[in-house]
């Protein structure tokens, strides 16, 4: 994986804002009154833990569910009233839609028509994830890592000024996780929004700016990491606030 500098975004992102979010599943509400924003400039980490709708809350910005109340914008526009939303918005999530028939090479060349970017940039990116070498290889012949990389490039390809990434870590080998939290620090610092799950607290705590707490499907803590009181690292406020936010709902059940 080499230098970010030359790929990151060219304007400042747009504001990711997330208000009275619910979603029902059959009979389950799986969010309920959702509410916090991404600022520009800043990542935002937003965890929880398994099964709380993080992913629910992503795939509804990105218009690939719909909310059952409340709304999910960006800069105040849904996501496809955005004018070219592939361009502006860099995604990645689970199972990213890789073809495992394609190379590298050509997946990216599909993304880049798609989303009106130069094919010149198909290099770069490719060099920039640490994928030059197998950037004409089957992709179905990829360790986990290696898919994870491919994510990450068309995610990065049409230099977004906004990015949403699922547990952009995930597989990523120790050298990889290092490049993606300098890219992630450097993506902000030029003024893109960048929100982001992640599970690893302990990385989270080294890039994200602002975290945002979910569990049970409601928002718990919404804090800037400069805001922990003296000596309290991310674990312990999570560990925390889960242990409150659970200790509240036995409470209401017994009442
Ligand atoms: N299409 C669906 N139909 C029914 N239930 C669903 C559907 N999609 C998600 N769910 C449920 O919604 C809940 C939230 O799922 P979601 O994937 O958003 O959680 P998450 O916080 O991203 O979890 P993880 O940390 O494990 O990735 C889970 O209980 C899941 O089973």
Redesign the pocket.
Known sequence: MTAYADTAPGSTGLPISIHGLGKR??D?D?LNDVSFTARPGRVTGYL??????????I?ILLAL?AATTGSATFGGRSYRSIPRPGRTVGVLL?NAGLHPGLTPTKQLRIAAAATGTPRSRIADVVDEVGLTEVANRKIKTFSQGMRQRLGLALALLPQPSTLIL??PASGLDPEGIIWMRGLLRDYAARGATVLV?S?VLAELERFADDVVV?GGGRILAHTALDRLPDGVDLETFYLSTLHTAGAATRQETQA
Do not use: A, C, L, Q
């Open positions: 599943f059959g389950r799986v929880g833990p398994n099964g709380t709708g993080k992913t629910t809350t795939r569910t689970e699922d547990e799950t599970h979910i």
